[in-house]
């Protein structure tokens, strides 16, 4: 296993290239990367904004980016997204946007890549996750 700073374009190629070298295919990605600022809009300070954007929506960004062209025989992507993607919530404006950016995308990565080999998907709860993994059969 190796760290990584999945914020980084660099870090998250160099991981992506690991695995393959590792497995020899990439089938199946799940990006659940999270992170959550549970305040008012107008107590979030301006870091915690930036930490929730990078890790929440840059990093399945950039994941994607790297995951799609390296599944060349066809696969699977799941974003964890959240409940909160889908309504919004008083106290977590942040990061209810930043899973509305996450489902948003998600929903037009399939029909906007190009070679549609691979079937990109969201699910709102970590706990539904076994039925986005039949994506890849």
């Given at each position: 296993?190796?760290?990584?700073?999945?914020?980084?374009?660099?870090?998250?190629?160099?991981?992506?290239?690991?695995?393959?070298?590792?497995?020899?295919?990439?089938?199946?990605?799940?990006?659940?990367?999270?992170?959550?600022?549970?305040?008012?809009l107008?107590?979030?300070e301006?870091?915690?904004?930036?930490?929730?954007?990078?890790?929440?929506?840059?990093?399945?960004?950039?994941?994607?980016?790297?995951?799609?062209?390296?599944?060349?025989?066809?696969?699977?992507?799941?974003?964890?997204?959240?409940?909160?993607?889908?309504?919004?919530?008083p106290?977590?404006?942040?990061?209810?946007?930043?899973?509305?950016?996450?489902?948003?995308?998600?929903?037009?990565?399939?029909?906007?890549?190009?070679?549609?080999?691979?079937?990109?998907?969201?699910?709102?709860?970590?706990?539904?996750?076994?039925?986005?993994?039949?994506?890849?059969?």
């Open positions: 296993m190796k760290a990584a700073d999945l914020t980084r374009a660099a870090e998250v190629e160099a991981t992506m290239h690991l695995a393959l070298d590792f497995f020899g295919q990439l089938n199946l990605a799940v990006n659940a990367a999270g992170a959550a600022a549970v305040r008012p107008a107590d979030t301006e870091a915690s904004f930036d930490q929730v954007l990078a890790t929440n929506v840059k990093t399945a960004f950039l994941a994607m980016k790297f995951e799609i062209p390296s599944m060349r025989t066809g696969g699977a992507i799941v974003n964890v997204s959240s409940r909160a993607g889908l309504v919004g919530i106290t977590g404006s942040i990061y209810s946007a930043s899973k509305h950016a996450v489902s948003g995308w998600t929903k037009s990565a399939y029909p906007s890549n190009p070679t549609r080999h691979c079937k990109v998907g969201h699910n709102a709860s970590a706990a539904l996750l076994g039925a986005w993994i039949q994506l890849a059969n």
